[in-house]
């Protein structure tokens, strides 16, 4: 009897094994051994608890269909909270909502008007133009972080500016 308790435990571990190999397949670049090693392990699970008879053996199946999802479930819900998940998840900054204009009539007004690189323009960047951000095209090539540009284009939601040379 105590032996029939100890070979479920060890069945229900080596899914838990199954499950977490799985996980790390994600994250560890193995090449497909890990996933190799999952069903290794469940397989082994499987054939310790048919070993033990037919009903244990589907009843150890039905208990897998639910740990194993449910492990998975948990660690990418609770991964990202971890200090570890913190550190390899990037941050980002919510914006908020119309932090960018996107009507096309508003944006046919900004024709002819001055303003400043936000950002680089690679060459498309953000572009602060009457105090509003725009998503800008520059004209040629790249254009540098606070340079200052002028509106030569806008068609549809695409408007491109061109830098404003400055005399000395």
Known sequence: MIMDIALIVFA????????VLLVLEVFLPSFGLLTLLAVGAFVWATMVLFGMGAGVGWAGLVAATVLIPTLWVLTYKLFPKSSLGRAM????????????????EQLQTLLGKTGRAVGP???VGICEIDGERVVCNAETG??????????????G?????RVIETKL
Request: with cysteine; aromatic share 8%.
């Open 89 to 104: 998840f990037l941050k980002t900054d919510p914006r908020a909502v119309g932090d960018a204009i996107a009507d096309k």
């Open 157 to 161: 939601h695409t408007v491109t500016v």
């Open 121 to 123: 323009l690679r060459p």
């Open 12 to 19: 229900l571990f080596l899914y838990c094994v199954c499950a």
């Open 142 to 155: 790249f254009v540098q972080k606070d340079t200052d540009v002028e509106v030569i284009q806008v068609h």
